[in-house]
């Protein structure tokens, strides 16, 4: 790929890519022992940085919300965001890269068993705030109430300090959670399949966000994405499939 100057601008207005990563999502990034951001999604972004030419400025932020914003108001110049058509109204998505399944966690010996018996009157479901989850649910659910964690890590904690029936969230989270805590189990199918772009501000135009769709095209044929994937260990999510 060989971006025109024009896109460039388009996608680095201050000359330096400003990548938005969200640490909420440990299966896409998290930081190293000195702390700094690593992940498929870093790994996405110094690419992309590669291409245009152009330096990269990480900025990390714990939750999908934040990172939203950031893009929202171009404090960011890209982000990787769960797709979702309440933030798609500043951000133009590119196709998925990877999918992700979301799951529900309950405590042993609930009378919830199947994800039908979750959205019934008097109970209370846990999400981050903010998430692809708590989008998604808010949407869905029509008899049981959202409790909202102040983030995707969370979640965990605060529905077992709130006594609440059940938490949602990346199906990897929760059972790393789960392992921390005795008498919790996910229940057996997912309730959601996430489907995880790269996005920009709709301002930067339809010429930045077709480059953007192409250059995630790319990555899936050329198998940039799964050798990420295994590169970092990530077993819950795989590459999309072409759109």
């Known amino acids: 790929m060989t971006p025109s100057t024009d896109i460039i601008h388009s996608f ?3 000359g330096t890519l400003r990548a938005s990563i969200n640490l909420g999502n440990p299966l896409l990034a998290s930081t190293d022992e000195s702390g700094r951001p690593v992940g498929v999604s870093v790994d996405i972004a110094q690419h992309l940085a590669q291409i245009l030419g152009v330096e990269i400025t990480l900025l990390a932020v714990e939750k999908a919300l934040k990172s939203v914003e950031a ?15 309440a933030r798609g109204a500043q951000i133009a998505f590119s196709h998925p890269y990877v999918v992700i399944e979301g799951y529900y966690l309950v405590r042993d010996g609930a009378a919830i068993n199947t994800n039908a018996a ?16 708590d989008l998604f649910l808010s949407r869905e659910l029509k008899n049981a109430t959202i409790v909202r964690a102040t983030s995707s890590q969370t979640v965990v904690s605060t529905f077992l300090d709130s006594g609440a029936e059940v938490a949602a969230g990346v199906k990897q989270q929760l059972q790393a959670d789960a392992q921390l805590h005795d ?54 999510a795989a590459v999309a499939p072409d759109s």
């Open 12 to 14: 680095c207005p201050t």
């Open 71 to 85: 893009v929202a108001t171009e404090q960011a110049d890209i982000g990787f965001f769960a797709i979702d058509p």
């Open 118 to 133: 979750v959205d019934q009157a008097g109970n209370r479901v846990v999400v981050g705030t903010g998430s692809a989850y």
């Open 183 to 236: 008498g919790l189990h996910l229940l057996d199918e997912r309730f959601m399949l996430i489907q995880q772009a790269l996005g920009l501000p709709k301002s930067r135009g339809a010429a930045a966000a077709a480059f953007l769709q192409d250059f995630v095209t790319q990555l899936k044929q050329s198998g940039f994405i799964r050798a990420a994937l295994q590169k970092h260990g990530i077993s819950g």
